[in-house]
């Protein structure tokens, strides 16, 4: 084949002109440290880590309603611990009341720690955590329990979202824990009416309060461990998102970040083919008939 | 029989000769460089012999035939089509480029990311419905969804603008072109009228043919006459002999204005070359682009506004949407024949409402078919139509259809639907819920009266749309959607690169190909002087020696 002056120039143009680019992009692949810069990289993968990143962020989110949602369970649960001591508590006094050797005085003394106790356990059951009421069912903003004890929240129940397609009931509200509401005991009224049965001598009443006072306590018991196995699922729920964030933070990086070792090899083939053809052109170029025709 | 005045008449034939075959090899080593440029060759052939009877033929010596063009047609024919699609790579490519930068999401702050974080913010609400910081938050993040919309918007837009540009500067090259080539055309026919070659008017010719292949799409072949005819695809002709029609650009549309200045619209057909590329690039691939960025931002804001339209405020306040209402587009068909016209259409219920397209198609005088064109689902079929009446017939839409000069006729269809052209850049948060936090609806009922302010199901409900599978067709979510745009954009760029490196490197062989014939070899022409100079120098010895022959013949007679 007959070889003319342009296709020399033109192919060593051609070669330089490509094996420049490819060690262009070795270079950027290591320089940058990603194996995608840009969608067309790998348009494939660049879809992949967009997906992944949405995964990510949807994850950081559900960790922290999951965070949220267990400090709103662990002080809900800390006010039904209270609240069961309380109840404990006035069992005790119920039970002393009930012995029939009580005299007037000491009932009425009775009667008064029982008004006591209520006053405290509307506390309880007006607990707040960053300016919302625990028990009050959608009315967070208002307080639930008024000093008699009655309910002014609703039976509203608050999810939250703790991955894709789940959701988990969060809040215990008022009208459950303490009322009477799904054929529970209305503990505050057990109260009043134990208090009145002290004060008064009524001795079916006390005993009346006292298996009332019971079925209150179970009921309280019943909303910790409600509680406390959302608390165990959140954590659980929590441990399996953590472990998904890794796998996809591992994904991700896989997809998108350059194997520096590779990069690097890469590059240094790309320097060698480089400078190879520019070598090869520089001698090629330095060799025609005119040197050699005196 | 010999004469001395022979030997000296071949020798300055021959003079003659080699000095033409080294003004040739000078010209070819002159034009090395030239683009375009076929080595030339003088063909030198005996001339007549001398008939000397029964000894037969007596050699009179050297002539040049004539100077050759060391042409491949074959190649360069190749070379014409392979560059159309070289053209059209090369010019696709940046296009296609700098509309890949839009959706560049390992930046940080692209569509997806805005996207995520709105979704992520009403997740945040539902866990605090009463808290003014997260429904600030909210509004914050709608906000900049708004504005990624928009920007995504404005950045393909401006491609679009800059490849139009393109398109316009091409078509000034086309045009130039073409004025040149039917200029050599008239050349060539007059020089090679007497028979002569024209051979460097051919070259330059053959040049702008080649350029005119790489900036469009065409056919040409060679008449009788050694004039060249262009043919655009599609068969309509660029340029006849010395009469040239000629290309105008407007915006994305490109037209042919023929010799009796009746216009054509001839965007459909360019397929290939520069133009083709820019074409394509523009009204295929980025208005595609820029579709899918507005059917998103149109589903984002319908279903987010349906939901809040059913929530209510912490203020009490229901029946806010969260995103200004999409403007509705209604219009008749270009078929129409009948004289009905259709309203400009209201949204009656915006949680029914859905971003797909719809049309009512009149099937019999009186009475419509509504069928839902998105997903081709027939609504209602043979509904009764009374002029002025509202058709209800769409989810959440209404729309009034009126007899004009006469009722819509048979086959008559309208269009309904919202508009989605520029719906991206025109995304706003609606003014009720701009103006006030309390408005953003995080309750599934009214916290003042019925609910509580820890309300959080609509919210719950809003940030719930992220997972939902409402795209193409719910077959995807939002942000599934968002990556197969991004991803198909690195697909065209990636394709668009392949095919340029493929067809630079068919080029570039059929390039050596052909310069492989008519190319200029330095070392060929440095060769071809000294064996030039030999003869010459032998010739002129010829001369020499005939003289010193006449010399010797004119001392006998002295």
């Known amino acids: 084949m007959r070889v003319s002056q342009n296709q020399v120039y033109d192919s060593i143009l051609y070669y330089v002109r490509k094996n420049s680019y490819a060690y262009y992009r070795a270079n950027e692949k290591v320089a940058s440290g990603k194996e995608i810069n840009r969608p067309s990289d790998n348009p494939e993968a660049a879809g992949r880590a967009t997906r992944y990143r949405t995964k990510m962020s949807g994850i950081q989110q559900y960790q922290e309603n999951i965070g949220q949602g267990k400090a709103f369970l662990n002080h809900a649960d800390t006010s039904l611990g209270l609240a069961y001591d309380l109840l404990v508590s006035a069992k005790e006094i119920a039970l002393s009341g009930a012995n029939a050797n009580r005299s007037e005085e000491e009932l009425l003394g009775f009667a008064g720690n029982v008004s006591a106790i209520r006053g405290q356990l509307v506390t309880e059951a007006n607990a707040k955590l960053n300016g919302q009421y625990l028990f009050a069912g959608y009315k967070t903003t208002q307080t639930p329990y008024d000093d008699s004890g009655t309910y002014s929240g609703d039976s509203g129940t608050v999810e939250i979202r703790v991955g894709e397609n789940s959701k988990l009931l969060l809040n215990l509200p008022g009208d459950e824990v303490f009322g009477a509401a799904g054929g529970g005991i209305d503990i505050f009224q057990t109260l009043n009416d134990l208090e009145t049965a002290l004060t008064i001598g009524d001795t079916n009443g006390i005993q009346q309060g006292i298996s009332s006072l019971e079925a209150g306590i179970d009921q309280i018991s019943a909303a910790r461990a409600a509680a406390g196995f959302r608390i165990n699922h959140l954590e659980n729920v929590s441990l399996s998102l953590d472990e998904l964030n890794f796998d996809t933070i591992a994904l991700l990086s896989e997809t998108e970040d350059a194997d520096m070792t590779e990069a690097i090899m890469e590059f240094s083939r790309q320097e060698i083919a480089f400078q190879a053809a520019m070598a090869a052109s520089a001698r090629l170029l330095q060799t025609n008939l005119l040197q050699f025709l005196e | ?558």
């Open chain 2, 1 to 558: 029989m010999g004469y001395i005045s022979t030997v000296m008449d071949i020798g300055l034939k021959a003079l003659g000769t080699q000095q033409l075959s080294m003004n040739v090899a000078s010209h070819n080593i002159a034009n090395a460089n030239t683009p375009g440029y076929n080595r030339q060759r003088a063909v030198t052939e005996t001339t007549e012999p001398l008939y000397l009877g029964p000894q037969g033929h007596m050699g009179t010596g050297v002539t040049v035939s004539t100077i050759e063009r060391l042409y491949d047609s074959f190649t360069t024919n190749q070379i014409n089509l392979q560059i159309q699609s070289y053209g059209s790579a090369v010019a696709k490519h940046p296009v296609l480029r700098s509309a890949e930068l839009v959706f560049n999401e390992t930046a940080g702050d692209g569509l997806g990311q805005a996207l995520s974080a709105f979704f992520n913010a009403w997740e945040s609400l539902a866990g605090h419905p009463e808290s003014s910081v997260q429904r600030e938050a909210v509004l914050q993040s709608g906000h900049q969804l708004a504005s990624a919309f928009q920007r995504t918007h404005d950045q393909l837009s401006t491609v679009q603008v800059e490849a139009e540009r393109a398109i316009t500067d091409t078509v000034t090259t086309i045009n130039n072109l073409t004025a040149e080539i039917a200029f050599l055309n008239g050349e060539i026919k007059g020089s090679e009228g007497g028979g002569a070659s024209a051979n460097d008017f051919r070259d330059r010719r053959d040049l702008l043919v080649e350029k005119l292949s790489e900036n469009i799409g065409i056919n040409t072949f060679e008449s009788g006459d050694g004039g060249v005819t262009i043919l655009l695809a599609g068969g309509m002709a660029l340029l006849e002999s010395s009469t040239y029609n000629s290309l105008a650009a407007a915006g994305p549309i490109v037209q042919l204005i023929g010799g009796q200045g009746n216009v054509s619209d001839i965007t459909g057909r360019l397929s290939a070359g520069r133009l083709g590329g820019l074409v394509d690039a523009r009204n295929d691939h980025v208005q595609s682009y820029m579709d899918s960025v507005n059917d998103l931002a149109a589903r984002v804001a319908v279903t987010v506004n349906g939901l809040h339209h059913d929530g209510y405020g912490l203020d009490g306040t229901t029946n806010n949407l969260f995103f200004q209402q999409l403007p509705l587009a209604t219009g008749p068909a270009a078929v129409n024949t009948g004289g009905a016209a259709i309203g400009p259409g209201v949204v009656s219920d915006p949680p029914a409402l859905t971003a797909d397209d719809y049309e009512i198609r009149f099937t019999a005088p009186g009475s419509y078919d509504v069928v839902n064109t998105t997903t081709g689902a027939t609504l209602t079929t043979g509904a009764a139509y009374t002029s002025g009446g509202a058709i209800t017939d769409m989810p959440g839409l209404t729309v009034v259809v009126t007899d004009g000069a006469s009722p819509p006729a048979v086959g008559d269809v309208f269009t309904v639907g919202i508009e989605r052209d520029h719906l991206a850049a025109g995304l706003v948060l609606s003014s009720a819920i701009a103006a006030s936090p309390n408005a953003v609806a995080a309750a599934g009922e009214d916290p003042l009266s019925v609910s509580g302010a820890g309300d959080n199901r609509a919210a719950l409900a809003v940030a719930g749309l992220g997972n939902s599978q409402i795209m193409s067709r719910n077959t995807a979510t939002f942000s599934e959607f968002y990556s197969t745009v991004l991803a198909t954009a690195g697909y065209d760029v990636r394709n668009a690169e392949s095919d340029e490196a493929l067809f630079e490197f068919s080029l570039q062989e059929l390039n050596s190909l052909r310069d492989s014939v008519s190319g200029v070899s330095i070392d060929e022409e440095s060769l071809n002087l000294v064996k030039f100079q030999n003869a010459y120098a032998a010739a002129a010895r010829l001369i020499n020696t005939s003289v010193e022959m006449l010399d010797i013949l004119m001392s006998i007679a002295r």
